[in-house]
């Protein structure tokens, strides 16, 4: 049998843009985040041609409907 653990942590969806002014979405830590990530983030990429309000109303939608982030390791 597998044996599994399971982290969850919450993340708020805030839009950001890319130099060239391209939208991508970054999960930003609202309290502990995962330790797998360490200092580091995640970020959603959107596909071509997606509008900055496209990309805010996605992050609301996630906001609103996301409750938290996880992580799962197989342990040996």
């Known amino acids: 049998m597998t044996q599994s653990k399971t ?9 950001k843009e890319f130099g060239d002014g391209t939208p991508w979405i970054m ?11 360490g200092k ?8 071509e041609g997606t509008s900055l309000q496209e990309a805010e109303t996605l992050a609301a939608a996630m906001r609103q ?3 938290a982030v996880s992580y799962t390791s197989f342990l040996p």
Do not use: D
Request: no cysteine.
């Open 40 to 47: 580091g983030f995640l970020g959603l990429e959107l596909k």
């Open 7 to 15: 982290e969850r942590a919450g993340y708020a969806f805030a839009v």
């Open 27 to 37: 999960l930003e830590r609202s309290r502990e985040g995962l330790g797998v990530l």
């Open 65 to 67: 409907r996301v409750s």
